[in-house]
């Protein structure tokens, strides 16, 4: 039984990722393939190398890593890019723990920070981790932060890399749009030149 409930869950997450793009494609004209491939990228190397890139980009310092979600993930994502030449979307969205939301950013509100820029900073309440064409989650970063809300240490540091279907019920991502493309526009990163 919970074999179906994974899947189930993994098709709902799917259909959220591909409305994210869809989205993205419709507010900031880009053209993303709307499509989940069948293959799996995490396995044992890759989970090796997301747990070095990540100690490498957060120093072995908590507070790097908790409220950090766009920067941290917009530097793994373009790490595992060039590593294994595979998508990978720094996905912006909702975090739902516990059946309580964490972190809010819907449609409106990607709407909303992308007429706002560039003349304003730009205001986050939502949550980014990345999403990769297999339908496949990397989240470096919320488990950390939940670790510090709740003092709890053995929080700290611990990565989500799995298929969304995968995770257990007390978590639950919804994206809302993806891309670097969004995050440039919006002014959440910023172009160095």
């Known amino acids: 039984m919970n074999k179906y409930k994974n899947c189930r869950k993994q098709i709902k997450y799917n259909r959220y990722f591909l409305n994210a793009i869809n989205n993205t494609n419709n507010i900031i004209g880009c053209k993303y393939k709307k499509t989940i491939s069948r293959n799996s990228f995490i396995d044992k190397k890759f989970l090796e190398f997301i747990g070095d890139a990540v100690s490498k980009l957060c120093q072995d310092n908590v507070y790097l890593l908790a409220g950090q979600c766009i920067r941290i993930h917009w530097q793994l994502a373009n790490e595992i890019r060039h590593a294994f030449g595979i998508d990978a979307f720094v996905t912006l969205?909702?975090?739902?723990?516990?059946?309580?939301?964490?972190?809010?950013?819907d449609l409106s509100s990607a709407n909303t920070l992308?007429?706002?820029?560039?003349?304003?900073?730009?205001?986050?309440?939502?949550?980014?981790?990345?999403?990769?064409?297999?339908?496949?989650?990397?989240?470096?970063?919320?488990?950390?932060?939940?670790?510090?809300?709740?003092?709890?240490?053995?929080?700290?540091?611990?990565?989500?890399?799995?298929?969304?279907?995968?995770?257990?019920?007390?978590?639950?991502?919804?994206?809302?749009?993806?891309?670097?493309?969004?995050?440039?526009?919006?002014?959440?990163?910023?172009?160095?030149?």
């Open 93 to 105: 969205g909702d975090a739902i723990v516990c059946n309580k939301k964490i972190y809010s950013f």
């Open 114 to 193: 992308l007429s706002n820029a560039p003349s304003s900073i730009p205001s986050f309440s939502g949550h980014a981790w990345i999403t990769l064409t297999s339908g496949e989650i990397i989240d470096a970063s919320i488990q950390t932060t939940i670790g510090l809300m709740q003092n709890d240490p053995e929080f700290y540091g611990n990565i989500i890399a799995q298929k969304a279907g995968s995770l257990n019920d007390s978590i639950e991502f919804i994206p809302s749009v993806v891309g670097d493309d969004y995050l440039f526009r919006s002014g959440l990163v910023q172009e160095i030149t």
